[in-house]
Protein backbone atom coordinates (compact mmCIF):
# COMPACT_ATOMS: atom_id res chain seq x y z
CA UNK A 1 0.00 0.00 0.00
CA UNK A 2 1.33 3.41 -0.80
CA UNK A 3 0.88 6.00 1.59
CA UNK A 4 -0.16 9.41 0.18
CA UNK A 5 0.08 13.02 1.90
CA UNK A 6 -2.58 15.14 0.78
CA UNK A 7 -1.80 19.22 2.55
CA UNK A 8 -4.08 21.86 2.72
CA UNK A 9 -3.51 24.96 4.86
CA UNK A 10 -5.85 28.22 3.68
CA UNK A 11 -9.43 28.53 2.78
CA UNK A 12 -8.79 29.02 -1.69
CA UNK A 13 -7.18 24.86 -0.62
CA UNK A 14 -10.16 23.40 0.94
CA UNK A 15 -12.16 23.36 -2.94
CA UNK A 16 -9.32 22.12 -4.37
CA UNK A 17 -8.52 18.21 -2.16
CA UNK A 18 -12.33 18.07 -1.49
CA UNK A 19 -12.32 16.20 -4.60
CA UNK A 20 -8.61 14.31 -4.54
CA UNK A 21 -9.74 13.23 -1.33
CA UNK A 22 -13.09 11.68 -2.28
CA UNK A 23 -11.65 9.77 -5.71
CA UNK A 24 -8.58 8.65 -3.67
CA UNK A 25 -11.36 6.35 -1.63
CA UNK A 26 -12.11 4.93 -5.06
CA UNK A 27 -8.09 3.23 -4.68
CA UNK A 28 -8.04 2.36 -1.43
CA UNK A 29 -6.22 -0.70 -1.97
CA UNK A 30 -3.12 0.72 -4.07
CA UNK A 31 -2.98 4.10 -2.03
CA UNK A 32 -3.53 5.17 1.85
CA UNK A 33 -3.80 8.97 2.13
CA UNK A 34 -3.17 10.82 5.29
CA UNK A 35 -4.40 14.39 5.33
CA UNK A 36 -2.35 17.40 6.56
CA UNK A 37 -3.55 20.51 7.80
CA UNK A 38 -1.75 23.26 8.23
CA UNK A 39 -3.43 25.61 10.26
CA UNK A 40 -2.75 28.62 8.18
CA UNK A 41 -6.26 29.52 7.92
CA UNK A 42 -7.73 28.61 11.95
CA UNK A 43 -11.65 30.67 12.52
CA UNK A 44 -14.44 28.16 11.92
CA UNK A 45 -15.24 30.55 8.70
CA UNK A 46 -12.47 30.26 7.38
CA UNK A 47 -11.66 26.30 7.67
CA UNK A 48 -13.83 24.27 9.58
CA UNK A 49 -17.02 25.03 7.84
CA UNK A 50 -15.36 23.83 4.39
CA UNK A 51 -14.67 20.90 6.18
CA UNK A 52 -18.37 20.50 6.73
CA UNK A 53 -19.87 21.88 3.53
CA UNK A 54 -17.54 19.99 1.46
CA UNK A 55 -17.40 16.78 3.74
CA UNK A 56 -13.72 16.88 3.77
CA UNK A 57 -12.45 14.09 6.05
CA UNK A 58 -10.88 15.33 9.68
CA UNK A 59 -7.01 15.85 9.38
CA UNK A 60 -4.67 13.07 10.29
CA UNK A 61 -2.73 15.64 12.11
CA UNK A 62 -3.11 19.67 12.18
CA UNK A 63 -0.46 21.47 12.47
CA UNK A 64 -2.08 24.90 14.11
CA UNK A 65 0.22 26.96 12.57
CA UNK A 66 -1.57 29.87 12.47
CA UNK A 67 -0.54 33.16 11.30
CA UNK A 68 2.81 35.12 10.96
CA UNK A 69 4.75 37.32 8.75
CA UNK A 70 5.82 35.46 5.15
CA UNK A 71 9.44 33.74 7.03
CA UNK A 72 7.47 33.26 10.49
CA UNK A 73 4.19 31.07 8.71
CA UNK A 74 6.28 29.07 6.04
CA UNK A 75 9.34 28.45 8.48
CA UNK A 76 7.04 27.17 11.23
CA UNK A 77 5.12 24.76 8.48
CA UNK A 78 8.14 23.86 7.50
CA UNK A 79 9.66 22.77 11.00
CA UNK A 80 5.91 21.25 11.68
CA UNK A 81 6.31 19.17 8.31
CA UNK A 82 9.36 17.58 8.81
CA UNK A 83 8.47 16.06 11.69
CA UNK A 84 5.35 14.42 10.09
CA UNK A 85 7.58 13.46 7.12
CA UNK A 86 10.33 11.54 9.12
CA UNK A 87 7.10 10.12 11.00
CA UNK A 88 4.74 8.65 8.08
CA UNK A 89 7.34 8.65 5.36
CA UNK A 90 5.15 8.84 2.31
CA UNK A 91 6.00 8.15 -1.03
CA UNK A 92 4.35 11.33 -2.50
CA UNK A 93 3.44 14.76 -0.84
CA UNK A 94 0.04 16.82 -3.05
CA UNK A 95 0.06 20.41 -2.26
CA UNK A 96 -2.42 22.11 -3.81
CA UNK A 97 -2.96 26.19 -4.75
CA UNK A 98 -0.30 29.46 -4.02
CA UNK A 99 -0.64 29.56 -0.44
CA UNK A 100 2.61 29.69 2.06
CA UNK A 101 1.75 26.08 3.08
CA UNK A 102 1.89 24.61 -0.75
CA UNK A 103 5.31 26.46 -0.81
CA UNK A 104 6.60 25.42 2.87
CA UNK A 105 5.36 21.76 2.21
CA UNK A 106 6.59 20.99 -1.02
CA UNK A 107 10.04 22.10 -0.21
CA UNK A 108 10.52 19.84 2.88
CA UNK A 109 9.26 17.16 0.60
CA UNK A 110 11.65 17.36 -2.14
CA UNK A 111 14.90 18.07 0.96
CA UNK A 112 13.49 14.78 1.77
CA UNK A 113 13.33 12.93 -1.75
CA UNK A 114 9.88 12.63 -1.25
CA UNK A 115 8.10 13.14 -4.48
CA UNK A 116 5.78 16.00 -5.04
CA UNK A 117 2.72 16.65 -6.91
CA UNK A 118 1.18 19.91 -7.85
CA UNK A 119 -1.90 20.73 -8.70
CA UNK A 120 -3.19 24.08 -10.20
CA UNK A 121 0.70 24.24 -11.35
CA UNK A 122 1.73 26.59 -14.45
CA UNK A 123 -0.23 29.76 -13.71
CA UNK A 124 1.72 32.92 -13.98
CA UNK A 125 0.69 36.53 -13.31
CA UNK A 126 4.54 37.80 -13.91
CA UNK A 127 3.89 40.13 -11.02
CA UNK A 128 6.53 38.91 -8.76
CA UNK A 129 5.04 41.69 -5.95
CA UNK A 130 2.64 39.24 -5.43
CA UNK A 131 3.72 36.32 -2.65
CA UNK A 132 1.35 33.67 -4.68
CA UNK A 133 3.71 34.37 -7.57
CA UNK A 134 6.36 33.62 -5.47
CA UNK A 135 4.88 30.45 -4.36
CA UNK A 136 4.19 29.16 -7.56
CA UNK A 137 7.33 29.65 -8.93
CA UNK A 138 9.05 27.98 -6.24
CA UNK A 139 6.40 24.70 -6.26
CA UNK A 140 6.84 24.44 -9.79
CA UNK A 141 10.52 24.46 -9.56
CA UNK A 142 10.55 21.46 -7.27
CA UNK A 143 7.56 19.26 -8.29
CA UNK A 144 7.80 16.00 -9.85
CA UNK A 145 3.96 16.17 -10.89
CA UNK A 146 2.69 19.31 -12.29
CA UNK A 147 -0.76 19.02 -12.95
CA UNK A 148 -2.42 22.15 -14.80
CA UNK A 149 -5.59 23.71 -14.82
CA UNK A 150 -5.48 25.67 -17.78
CA UNK A 151 -3.80 25.74 -21.15
CA UNK A 152 -1.60 29.06 -20.34
CA UNK A 153 -0.33 27.07 -17.65
CA UNK A 154 1.33 24.38 -19.70
CA UNK A 155 2.90 27.21 -22.54
CA UNK A 156 4.14 28.46 -18.94
CA UNK A 157 6.07 25.69 -17.49
CA UNK A 158 7.85 24.88 -21.13
CA UNK A 159 8.97 28.55 -21.27
CA UNK A 160 10.57 28.10 -17.98
CA UNK A 161 12.40 24.43 -18.94
CA UNK A 162 10.36 22.13 -17.21
CA UNK A 163 9.59 18.85 -18.63
CA UNK A 164 7.08 18.09 -21.28
CA UNK A 165 6.89 14.17 -19.42
CA UNK A 166 6.03 16.03 -15.78
CA UNK A 167 3.62 18.20 -17.20
CA UNK A 168 -0.33 17.02 -17.24
CA UNK A 169 -3.09 19.22 -18.29
CA UNK A 170 -6.22 17.75 -16.46
CA UNK A 171 -8.56 20.28 -15.57
CA UNK A 172 -9.81 22.26 -12.44
CA UNK A 173 -10.44 20.50 -9.30
CA UNK A 174 -12.06 23.60 -7.93
CA UNK A 175 -14.58 23.36 -10.75
CA UNK A 176 -14.96 19.77 -10.03
CA UNK A 177 -16.12 21.02 -5.89
CA UNK A 178 -18.49 23.68 -7.82
CA UNK A 179 -20.29 21.24 -10.05
CA UNK A 180 -20.55 18.42 -7.76
CA UNK A 181 -22.07 20.75 -4.77
CA UNK A 182 -24.73 21.97 -7.71
CA UNK A 183 -27.38 20.95 -6.13
CA UNK A 184 -26.69 21.97 -2.70
CA UNK A 185 -25.85 25.32 -3.83
CA UNK A 186 -29.14 25.56 -5.27
CA UNK A 187 -31.05 24.85 -1.85
CA UNK A 188 -29.24 27.55 0.13
CA UNK A 189 -31.45 29.81 1.84
CA UNK A 190 -28.72 32.23 2.24
CA UNK A 191 -30.89 34.52 0.16
CA UNK A 192 -33.69 34.91 2.60
CA UNK A 193 -30.96 35.10 5.49
CA UNK A 194 -29.83 37.93 4.55
CA UNK A 195 -32.75 39.58 2.73
CA UNK A 196 -32.00 39.84 -0.66
CA UNK A 197 -33.63 39.24 -3.92
CA UNK A 198 -31.57 37.23 -7.11
CA UNK A 199 -30.03 39.77 -9.56
CA UNK A 200 -30.67 42.94 -7.87
CA UNK A 201 -27.11 42.80 -5.97
CA UNK A 202 -23.65 42.63 -6.49
CA UNK A 203 -20.75 40.11 -4.56
CA UNK A 204 -17.37 42.06 -3.59
CA UNK A 205 -14.73 39.87 -2.26
CA UNK A 206 -11.48 41.89 -1.68
CA UNK A 207 -8.35 40.78 0.48
CA UNK A 208 -5.36 41.19 -1.72
CA UNK A 209 -1.99 42.78 0.28
CA UNK A 210 -2.37 45.02 -2.81
CA UNK A 211 -5.95 46.21 -2.26
CA UNK A 212 -5.83 46.56 1.40
CA UNK A 213 -2.52 46.42 3.17
CA UNK A 214 -1.47 50.38 2.35
CA UNK A 215 -4.30 52.68 3.41
CA UNK A 216 -3.78 54.67 -0.01
CA UNK A 217 -5.67 52.06 -2.11
CA UNK A 218 -7.91 50.81 0.42
CA UNK A 219 -8.86 54.48 0.40
CA UNK A 220 -9.67 54.21 -3.86
CA UNK A 221 -11.49 51.47 -3.26
CA UNK A 222 -13.74 53.01 -0.92
CA UNK A 223 -14.25 56.23 -3.10
CA UNK A 224 -14.99 53.44 -6.10
CA UNK A 225 -18.00 51.61 -3.98
CA UNK A 226 -19.40 55.26 -3.03
CA UNK A 227 -20.06 55.43 -6.34
CA UNK A 228 -21.19 51.54 -6.91
CA UNK A 229 -23.37 51.71 -4.19
CA UNK A 230 -25.28 54.40 -5.53
CA UNK A 231 -26.41 51.73 -8.49
CA UNK A 232 -26.93 48.62 -6.82
CA UNK A 233 -26.35 47.35 -3.44
CA UNK A 234 -23.05 44.94 -2.29
CA UNK A 235 -22.64 42.58 -0.46
CA UNK A 236 -19.44 41.96 1.07
CA UNK A 237 -18.25 39.38 3.20
CA UNK A 238 -15.39 40.63 4.61
CA UNK A 239 -12.18 38.46 4.97
CA UNK A 240 -10.52 38.65 8.49
CA UNK A 241 -6.92 40.46 6.39
CA UNK A 242 -9.74 43.03 5.32
CA UNK A 243 -11.01 43.23 8.23
CA UNK A 244 -7.91 44.29 10.13
CA UNK A 245 -6.50 46.64 8.02
CA UNK A 246 -9.96 48.45 7.82
CA UNK A 247 -9.42 48.85 11.72
CA UNK A 248 -5.95 49.81 11.34
CA UNK A 249 -6.18 52.03 8.66
CA UNK A 250 -8.77 53.77 10.53
CA UNK A 251 -11.75 53.31 7.26
CA UNK A 252 -13.87 50.84 9.48
CA UNK A 253 -16.43 53.58 9.84
CA UNK A 254 -16.60 55.14 6.22
CA UNK A 255 -17.35 51.53 5.49
CA UNK A 256 -20.52 51.27 7.69
CA UNK A 257 -21.73 54.28 6.91
CA UNK A 258 -22.01 53.27 3.02
CA UNK A 259 -26.09 52.97 2.55
CA UNK A 260 -25.95 50.09 0.13
CA UNK A 261 -23.02 48.14 1.22
CA UNK A 262 -24.00 45.05 3.28
CA UNK A 263 -20.42 43.85 5.18
CA UNK A 264 -21.23 39.97 6.74
CA UNK A 265 -19.08 37.57 8.02
CA UNK A 266 -16.59 35.45 5.60
CA UNK A 267 -19.39 32.61 4.54
CA UNK A 268 -19.29 28.58 4.26
CA UNK A 269 -18.54 26.99 0.41
CA UNK A 270 -22.81 26.36 -0.35
CA UNK A 271 -23.70 29.72 0.96
CA UNK A 272 -21.48 31.69 -0.90
CA UNK A 273 -21.08 29.69 -4.17
CA UNK A 274 -25.39 30.66 -4.16
CA UNK A 275 -24.88 34.14 -3.13
CA UNK A 276 -22.62 34.25 -6.98
CA UNK A 277 -24.88 32.33 -8.63
CA UNK A 278 -27.96 34.35 -7.98
CA UNK A 279 -25.86 38.08 -8.08
CA UNK A 280 -25.46 40.70 -10.92
CA UNK A 281 -21.53 40.92 -10.89
CA UNK A 282 -18.64 39.91 -9.28
CA UNK A 283 -16.38 42.62 -7.57
CA UNK A 284 -13.09 40.71 -6.50
CA UNK A 285 -9.56 40.10 -6.54
CA UNK A 286 -9.66 36.21 -5.79
CA UNK A 287 -8.33 33.91 -7.97
CA UNK A 288 -11.17 31.31 -7.19
CA UNK A 289 -13.71 33.15 -7.94
CA UNK A 290 -12.99 33.85 -11.72
CA UNK A 291 -12.52 31.04 -12.13
CA UNK A 292 -16.03 30.26 -10.45
CA UNK A 293 -17.46 32.84 -12.21
CA UNK A 294 -16.50 31.99 -15.34
CA UNK A 295 -18.14 28.40 -15.23
CA UNK A 296 -21.70 30.22 -13.55
CA UNK A 297 -21.58 32.85 -16.16
CA UNK A 298 -21.41 35.80 -13.99
CA UNK A 299 -20.08 38.81 -14.87
CA UNK A 300 -16.78 39.13 -13.23
CA UNK A 301 -14.60 42.69 -12.61
CA UNK A 302 -11.14 41.73 -10.80
CA UNK A 303 -9.53 44.82 -9.06
CA UNK A 304 -6.02 43.84 -9.72
CA UNK A 305 -4.30 44.85 -13.47
CA UNK A 306 -3.08 41.12 -13.88
CA UNK A 307 -4.36 37.56 -14.15
CA UNK A 308 -3.11 34.26 -13.99
CA UNK A 309 -5.67 33.11 -15.07
CA UNK A 310 -6.33 33.96 -18.41
CA UNK A 311 -8.42 31.64 -19.79
CA UNK A 312 -11.07 33.53 -17.45
CA UNK A 313 -10.81 36.33 -19.90
CA UNK A 314 -10.81 34.43 -23.44
CA UNK A 315 -13.34 32.17 -22.52
CA UNK A 316 -14.71 33.17 -19.14
CA UNK A 317 -16.37 36.49 -17.94
CA UNK A 318 -13.90 38.44 -16.76
CA UNK A 319 -12.18 41.57 -16.89
CA UNK A 320 -9.52 42.99 -15.50
CA UNK A 321 -10.42 46.87 -14.05
CA UNK A 322 -7.85 47.59 -11.32
CA UNK A 323 -8.62 50.35 -8.77
CA UNK A 324 -9.53 52.42 -11.91
CA UNK A 325 -13.17 54.02 -11.02
CA UNK A 326 -14.22 55.03 -14.43
CA UNK A 327 -12.98 51.43 -15.69
CA UNK A 328 -15.33 50.03 -12.84
CA UNK A 329 -18.14 52.02 -13.60
CA UNK A 330 -18.18 51.97 -17.07
CA UNK A 331 -18.42 48.05 -16.94
CA UNK A 332 -20.88 48.42 -13.83
CA UNK A 333 -22.99 50.37 -16.18
CA UNK A 334 -22.93 48.16 -19.08
CA UNK A 335 -23.70 45.07 -17.12
CA UNK A 336 -26.68 46.65 -15.54
CA UNK A 337 -28.09 47.50 -18.78
CA UNK A 338 -27.81 44.12 -20.31
CA UNK A 339 -31.00 41.88 -19.77
CA UNK A 340 -28.89 38.53 -19.41
CA UNK A 341 -25.33 37.94 -19.68
CA UNK A 342 -23.95 34.76 -21.60
CA UNK A 343 -20.77 33.87 -20.97
CA UNK A 344 -18.94 31.43 -23.56
CA UNK A 345 -18.60 28.05 -23.03
CA UNK A 346 -16.45 26.85 -20.55
CA UNK A 347 -13.06 26.44 -20.52
CA UNK A 348 -11.69 22.76 -21.77
CA UNK A 349 -11.17 20.17 -19.42
CA UNK A 350 -13.41 22.11 -16.57
CA UNK A 351 -15.76 19.69 -16.32
CA UNK A 352 -16.02 17.98 -13.05
CA UNK A 353 -13.63 15.57 -13.79
CA UNK A 354 -9.93 16.98 -12.74
CA UNK A 355 -9.33 15.10 -9.71
CA UNK A 356 -10.63 11.46 -11.55
CA UNK A 357 -7.89 11.99 -14.22
CA UNK A 358 -4.98 13.55 -11.03
CA UNK A 359 -5.82 10.34 -9.51
CA UNK A 360 -5.70 7.82 -12.73
CA UNK A 361 -2.51 9.54 -13.83
CA UNK A 362 -0.89 8.92 -9.70
CA UNK A 363 -1.79 5.15 -9.92
CA UNK A 364 -0.52 4.66 -13.27
CA UNK A 365 2.88 6.24 -12.84
CA UNK A 366 4.09 6.00 -8.72
C1 LIG B 1 -3.91 33.62 2.09
C2 LIG B 1 -3.11 33.33 0.80
C3 LIG B 1 -3.85 33.92 -0.39
C4 LIG B 1 -5.28 33.46 -0.45
C5 LIG B 1 -5.96 33.77 0.88
C6 LIG B 1 -7.38 33.30 0.89
C7 LIG B 1 -0.68 33.28 1.12
C8 LIG B 1 0.59 34.00 0.84
N1 LIG B 1 -1.80 33.97 0.85
O1 LIG B 1 -3.93 35.02 2.26
O2 LIG B 1 -3.18 33.49 -1.57
O3 LIG B 1 -5.94 34.12 -1.51
O4 LIG B 1 -5.22 33.12 1.92
O5 LIG B 1 -8.02 33.58 2.07
O6 LIG B 1 -0.64 32.17 1.56
N2 LIG B 1 -6.57 35.61 9.74
C9 LIG B 1 -7.55 35.38 10.66
N3 LIG B 1 -8.12 34.14 10.71
C10 LIG B 1 -7.75 33.14 9.88
C11 LIG B 1 -6.74 33.37 8.95
C12 LIG B 1 -6.15 34.61 8.89
O7 LIG B 1 -7.92 36.27 11.43
O8 LIG B 1 -8.32 32.04 9.98
C13 LIG B 1 -5.98 36.96 9.66
C14 LIG B 1 -4.70 37.12 10.44
O9 LIG B 1 -4.69 38.40 10.96
C15 LIG B 1 -3.63 37.00 9.37
C16 LIG B 1 -4.32 37.59 8.15
O10 LIG B 1 -5.70 37.24 8.30
O11 LIG B 1 -2.47 37.68 9.71
C17 LIG B 1 -3.81 37.07 6.84
O12 LIG B 1 -3.80 35.64 6.80
P1 LIG B 1 -2.70 34.86 5.92
O13 LIG B 1 -2.93 33.41 5.99
O14 LIG B 1 -1.35 35.37 6.26
O15 LIG B 1 -2.97 35.39 4.45
P2 LIG B 1 -4.32 35.68 3.65
O16 LIG B 1 -4.44 37.12 3.41
O17 LIG B 1 -5.49 34.98 4.27
Same mark, same amino acid.
Given at each position: MKKVMIVAGA?? &??? =??? !?LCREFLRYKSQFRTLLIHTGQHYDFEMSETFFKDLKIPKPYVHLNIGSGTHTVQTANVMTAFEKVLLKEKPCLVIVVGDVNSTLACSLVATKMDIKVAHV??????????? !???????? $????????????????????KEGIH?? =?????? *??????????????? =?????? $????KPNTYAVMSLHRPSNVDFKEPFVEILDVLKSCTKKIKLVYPVHPRAKKMMLVHGL? =?????????LMIDPLGYIDFMNLIKNSRFALTDSGGIQE?? $???????????????? !? +??????? &? +???????????? *????????????GRRAPRLWDGKTAQRI +?????QQI
Open positions: RP &NFM =KIA !PEAGLRSFDRSM !PEEVNRIV $TDSLSDYLFVSEESGCQNLKRK =KIHFVG *NTMIDTLLFNMPKIN =KSKILN $TLGLK =KDFDNLDNLET $TVLKIPCLTMRENTER !P +VTIDKGT &N +VLVGRNKARILK *NVNEILKRESFR +VKILS
